[in-house]
């Protein structure tokens, strides 16, 4: 409880203070004088800081077009503040070399500034939010003198970081199966957040994960947001969408050794059994084709030489630039494919949706599609 409030602390300063710099230099720039727009200017930011946790804690009424439209507003609006934020303190950066130069900007200037830090984040705001509504498939080759002979070429696809729930939809989730389908594969496989809300009465996403077939089956693991969402339901949820889940576990699927673990958050709503990443993959035959399924791209040094790629996702690429730059801080090993000093390698995922604000900004929704060639048979 602790933590939550320390989290929802930290959301409305830094939020807040972004909403209400914005605002601030929009009434500046357009010189409103009349204090009834400038309470009701601030009276938006309220709404639209408190949206969010407003959005939360109605979650448990399961979706409604209201609360869809609410949420779309809201995480549009926030979307915008965060560039109006960064271009505002690049700017203001600049503003202080000048000053340090001794050179003085004039009322005017200023204010022809805000103006068009509001127009860039509003030109960026816009191409953000098509750009997340494009799907692109990535190919990748792999090769390894560890599938058996009967299977020249395994091809997989990996998903991750979905983020069905208030925003992320049927519409959306279309896009996403199509490209599978597209891709035809072997094997798919979900690493995380496949969920991030209330899913009953879901049925149209049901039945769309329903058309996919691939022979090998449909695999996935938890991610911090099946926690956030509610366990029990999100689990459900997966399942019905014909998914295999795997927790802390391995599995045979023939051409290659399946391993998945729980995301660490796990231990927020269930009492952890002892287990250790390395207990799972020392077990697993060195001569198979081991793939490991883990939400975050975090390796681990006595566990990398125990397995023959991870797949993860939970960073997005940082979707919306410049806030890559933090998260490649966080976590070095960022979107794309990465060899690791044990022989093996870890593919990070952008992920397949958005979370918080539906835009993308220089990072894309991908799909993965990973063929895996026996070494004597590719050409």
């Known amino acids: ?68 439209w609410l949420a779309l507003i809201s995480y549009v609006w926030m979307g915008f503040v965060f560039f109006a934020f960064c271009i505002f303190l690049f700017f203001s950066v600049l503003r202080f070399i000048f000053w340090i130069l001794g050179i003085n900007l004039s009322d005017f200037a200023g204010r022809f500034i805000s103006c068009m830090v509001i127009l860039i984040a509003f030109v960026c705001s816009l191409f953000a939010y098509r750009q997340a509504l494009t799907i692109h498939p990535l190919h990748m080759e792999m090769e390894t003198w560890k599938l058996p002979s009967e299977w020249p070429v395994l091809r997989i696809v990996h998903i991750s970081d979905i983020h069905l729930g208030l925003l992320v939809r049927e519409e959306q989730l279309l896009k996403i199966v199509e490209v599978i389908e597209e891709a035809n594969p072997d094997l798919v496989v979900c690493t995380g957040d496949f969920v991030d ?91 198979r084709f081991r793939l490991f399924l883990k939400h975050r791209p975090v390796i681990m040094q006595e566990t990398m030489h125990l397995y023959d790629m991870q797949l993860s996702g939970h960073v997005h690429g940082g979707q919306i630039w410049p806030f890559t730059l933090i998260t490649r801080i966080v976590y070095p090993m960022h979107a794309g494919f990465h060899s690791l000093p044990g022989g093996g390698s870890l593919w990070v995922s952008s992920g397949s949706g958005t979370w918080g604000p539906p835009m993308r900004f220089l990072t894309s929704s991908e799909v993965a599609i990973i063929d895996i060639f026996r070494k004597k048979d590719k050409k």
Not at 234 to 251: D, H, K, P, T
Not at 254 to 266: E, F, Q, R, T
């Open 1 to 68: 409880m602790i933590r939550l409030w320390l989290v929802v602390a930290l959301y409305l300063s830094i939020y807040g203070g972004m909403t209400w710099v914005t605002l601030s230099s929009l009434i500046r720039a357009f010189r409103i004088r009349d204090f009834g727009l400038i309470s009701a200017s601030f009276l938006w930011g309220v709404l639209m800081v408190l949206s969010p946790l407003f959005l939360r804690i109605w979650e448990g009424e399961g979706y409604s077009e209201i609360r869809h």
């Open 197 to 287: 809300g209330i899913m009953n009465g879901r049925e149209k996403e049901v039945e769309l994960f329903s058309r996919l077939t691939p022979p090998l089956g449909k695999y996935a693991v938890t991610g911090n947001h099946e926690v956030y969402a509610g366990l029990d339901q999100a689990i459900s949820f997966i399942e019905a969408c014909g998914f295999r889940m795997l927790r802390n576990q391995a599995v045979d699927v023939g051409p290659v050794i399946l391993a998945g673990i729980d995301d660490p958050d796990m231990k927020m709503v269930e009492e952890i059994l002892p287990f250790s990443e390395r207990d799972i993959l020392s077990a697993l035959p060195f001569d």
